[in-house]
């Protein structure tokens, strides 16, 4: 044995590290947020986030959040369903779309009722913006239909939401990172966590838990996504043998800060900015005649590495740094610093460039998830077969599915709160009635082992693993794809995974142990790029965000499904899901 750390625990210490309660949340973003919220009116409700939860991902989020108001232009619900039907290549499940639309006006209504500070027209509506992909009459011209607070939307809601739960009695604990979920066959039973403060393992007993975790851009280079967006919650139900949905489409946002990937909100082309090639020309003309700027982001990303890739993009210092700009110069110092002040601010920091005088230099940046832990309308996490009991997912981490193959702009806020409370809603009738579930002997060990291992061990660092994982994701699993190129991510992604298994902490303190969180994070990710790789190799078209060279187009009759990836044994296995159709007839897509 290389190690020789005692785990095991006597009945008083298993009895500290033991708690209660109806529903448990993982996470703190507008999703989980408002899943609790919903929850604690009948539950004894708590929320565990690995980060405080201010410091949630939805805080960064900044152009707004869409919803059928009508307040500047004339607009409807079923016109955003479209879009987002249409926008998301088909795959997004229609019933799903609708009742999103549907939900969103009243949802911003509730947002703007619990205080949520908006920005406003001169009547005092909640004003609105354009945003991608976003049009009225079933895309005939673009709608402006994106509620927002300046740049700082998805800050204002988690703040809203968060002031709201702590009236409510929700039980925070902050700085609890899940590790393993603890399923008894397909009924969840509770949870196991790392405490970051004392390096104990936690174990949560619960009727109904339910998963908000988030996104996992951080398996690429180039990211828009915060450091904590690791994906630790469809990797630890993977593991557990819960399949993942539609992983193959990872949205590349087409502006990112070049070579940092932080993010420029499409909200500064929702105010009339205009992308431009080296020889200064609005090249989305020639891609999307009616919609330009405005086209979905899979289109306008592709649009950009198109220009690159023909000699018209900026040149970099390395090939992978290859760029175009952003202008929003002629929009006037008024407008960009009033409705993009923080966009303004990040240029400023990180380029030196003011973006009221100059143009801003990007290039596409990994950012959403479209696909995730699949659900139902309820949040409840299913197959086509199965249902498993008190188990939920909603928000980023989630596929309900009705971003498809690719999210428009604002969907994602939408999505947060919409399904984030229909989820919340359901776990609060469910648990009603629900027995609570009985522990296994021993729920807990296995965690404290394997942190006893990393500690135990003189092996790698897992800094190198980290870095080389992110570079072979963006390069071999990126905007544009072909079967090489996967088939090579598959195999080096193995490899790191099986180098993972030798790899140890250089300081073994419980308080405060960064590196074995940052340790379990990269497994999670690891396990995501797996997926994602396999799921991407194994879908033989061009959709939304998955676009191959080597099958370039959209191929319904063989692809108008969804795919459900299962890990097993360290292999992936694909089996799919039915897309439902049941509104609009799947149709070539135009901007
Ligand atoms: C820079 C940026 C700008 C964006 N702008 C917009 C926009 O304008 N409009 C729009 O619609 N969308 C936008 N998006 C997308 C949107 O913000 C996100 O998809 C959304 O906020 C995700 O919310 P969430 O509640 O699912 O997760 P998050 O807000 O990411 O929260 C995840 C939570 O899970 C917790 N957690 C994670 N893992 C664990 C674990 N193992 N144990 C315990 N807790 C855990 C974290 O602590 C955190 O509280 C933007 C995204 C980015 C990155």
Redesign the pocket.
């Known amino acids: 044995m290389l190690y020789s750390v005692s785990t095991a625990l006597n009945n008083k210490e298993r009895n500290k590290l033991t708690h209660e309660f109806d529903a448990v949340i ?7 947020l408002y899943a609790a919220l919903e929850a604690s009116k009948t539950a004894k409700t708590a929320v ?4 405080y ?1 201010m ?12 919803a059928a108001l009508g307040n500047v232009d004339e607009d409807s619900p079923e016109w955003h369903a479209f879009d987002t039907v249409k926008g998301g290549d088909y795959l997004v499940d229609q019933q799903a779309a609708k009742i999103l639309a549907e939900e969103a006006v009243q949802a911003v209504y509730d947002l703007e009722n619990r205080g949520l500070p908006f920005s406003r027209t001169p009547e005092g509506k909640i004003d609105q913006r354009r945003f991608g992909g976003h049009t009225h009459n079933f895309g005939k011209g673009p709608v402006r239909r994106s509620c927002y607070a300046a740049d700082r ?2 800050h204002m809601i988690l703040q809203t939401l968060y002031q709201q739960c702590i009236k409510n009695d929700v039980h925070f604990y902050d700085e ?4 393993e979920v603890i399923m008894d066959g397909t009924r969840v039973a509770g949870l196991v ?1 790392f405490e970051l403060a004392t390096g104990e393992i936690h174990i949560f007993r619960a009727k109904a838990v339910l998963f ?4 996992f ?1 951080r398996m690429f280079s180039i990211t ?3 450091l ?3 994906g ?2 469809p990797a ?1 139900l993977a593991r557990a043998g819960i399949p993942l949905e539609d992983m193959e489409f990872f949205q590349f946002h087409p502006t990112g800060i070049l070579g940092m990937g932080i ?1 420029i ?1 499409e ?1 500064v082309r929702g105010e009339g900015g205009i992308l431009k090639n080296n020889k200064g020309e609005r090249f989305m003309e020639r891609y999307a005649p009616t919609m330009l700027d405005l086209a979905p982001r899979d289109m306008v990303s592709r649009a950009i590495i198109t220009e690159i890739q023909e000699g018209r993009g900026m040149r970099g210092d390395r090939k992978i740094n290859d760029y175009v700009m952003l202008d929003a110069s002629h929009l006037g110092r008024d407008t960009v610093y009033k409705k993009i002040p923080d966009i303004a601010d990040f240029c400023k920091t990180y380029l030196d460039v003011d973006p009221a005088e100059e143009a801003m230099p990007v290039q596409p940046t990994a ?2 998830a479209m696909g995730g832990i699949p659900t139902d309308v309820d949040g409840r996490v299913c197959t086509d077969d199965v249902v498993y009991e008190g188990l939920y997912a ?4 989630a596929c309900v599915s009705v971003h498809g193959a690719n999210r428009l ?6 999505d ?1 709160v919409v399904y ?1 409370r229909r989820a919340g809603r359901h776990v609060a009738e469910f648990v009603k009635g629900a027995d609570m579930p009985a522990l296994p002997d021993g729920a807990g060990d296995h965690a404290r082992e394997k942190i006893a291992k990393l500690k135990g061990l003189k092996g790698e660092h897992p800094g190198p693993l980290f870095e080389h994982m992110q570079e072979v994701m963006m390069e071999k699993v990126g905007v544009y794809r072909n079967d090489g190129d996967m088939s090579q991510a598959v195999n080096e992604v193995q490899k790191l995974r099986e180098r993972l298994q030798g790899v140890s902490v250089q300081d073994a303190n419980s308080s405060f142990n960064q590196e074995v969180l940052s340790i379990l994070e990269l497994e999670n990710l690891l396990d995501l790029s797996l997926i994602t790789a396999a799921s991407a190799l194994n879908r033989t078209e061009s959709r939304g965000a998955h676009s191959r060279k080597d099958y370039p187009d959209r191929d319904d009759p063989n692809w108008l499904k969804h795919t459900l990836a299962y890990l097993k044994d360290d292999e992936v296995t694909i089996d799919y899901k039915k897309v439902d159709t049941s509104i609009w007839e799947p149709k070539p897509r135009k901007y």
């Open positions: 993982v996470g703190a973003g507008g999703a989980g565990l986030s690995k980060l939860p410091r949630s991902h939805t805080g960064a989020a900044q152009g707004g959040i869409g939307t998805g609890f990172q899940v590790v966590t908000a975790t988030g996104g851009g828009s996504n915060a904590a967006n690791t630790d919650g630890v993010l909100t909200g950012h959403y909603a928000g980023e981490a702009g604002t969907n994602s806020l939408v947060l984030g």
